[in-house]
């Protein structure tokens, strides 16, 4: 079966300093992979997503970026953290070959201070 | 691109009670599901319904995709149901999500 892996589960960091969160899928090839962030309240935000090794489409201009060194490793990354960086950061994953459902991480909380 | 609109955004309940979450969308679409986020923020699938009928236990889902809306149907709730229920949609694109029904089941 398909697990989805996501770490660190919390972390807090000042403002200014660089970020990488790490997903990792298992039990699943070529799979499509998203960065979604939820920020206080509720609504989910497509950050990235990324159908192949080094293909990444951005949908929201900002100060991350994430990079796909492998096949079902997706990185979430910043130079310099703002505050306005904090949130719940999930990473997602669906099949790379047809229309289905999305499964989610566990999440990252991220508190920049 | 497309609207995703839930409703109602809060919703409480006597365990028991039934309910019904509705989602409305401004385009067609070929993708739809429901989530469901428990209070510790995990995401768990509940159906993957882009047209037609699904019930899983004591919830279902119903789309009409040609009047662009999707509901969930919570029967005999408990209180293991509170979280919030997210819809999302997509046509070519990735998915959209709605901004959720935040549902509170007390005993």
């Known amino acids: 079966s398909q697990t989805i892996h996501q770490w660190p589960a919390t972390l807090v960091q000042p403002v200014g300093s660089p970020l990488s969160l790490e997903c990792t899928v298992e039990?699943?090839?070529?799979?499509?992979l998203y960065w979604y962030r939820q920020a206080a309240g509720r609504g989910l935000q497509l950050l990235f997503y990324?159908?192949?090794?080094?293909?990444i489409s951005s949908e929201v201009p900002q100060n991350l970026s994430a990079s796909r060194p492998q096949d079902r490793q997706f990185i979430l990354s910043s130079k310099k953290l703002l505050l306005s960086d904090s949130g719940f950061y999930l990473c997602?994953?669906?099949?790379?070959?047809?229309?289905?459902?999305?499964?989610f991480g566990p999440g990252t909380r991220l508190l920049v201070l | 691109g497309i609207q995703v609109e839930q409703s109602p955004p809060d919703l409480i309940l006597q365990e028991g009670a039934n309910s019904t979450l509705r989602c409305n969308f401004s385009?067609?679409?070929?993708?739809l599901q429901w989530f469901h986020q428990n209070p510790w923020g995990q995401l768990i699938n509940l159906f993957y319904i882009p047209s037609g009928t699904k019930q899983n236990g004591r919830l279902s889902a119903t789309t009409v995709a040609t009047e662009r809306y999707s509901l969930l149907y919570i029967s005999s709730s408990q209180t293991t149901d509170s979280g919030v229920y997210f819809c999302?949609?997509?046509?070519?694109?990735?998915?959209?999500f709605g901004k959720g029904t935040r549902l509170s089941v007390i005993a």
């Open positions: 999302a949609v997509s046509g070519n694109t990735p998915l959209v």
């Open positions: 039990g699943t090839s070529n799979p499509n």
């Open positions: 990324s159908v192949g090794i080094g293909q």
């Open positions: 997602a994953w669906s099949p790379g070959n047809k229309l289905e459902t999305q499964y």
């Open positions: 385009d067609s679409v070929n993708n």
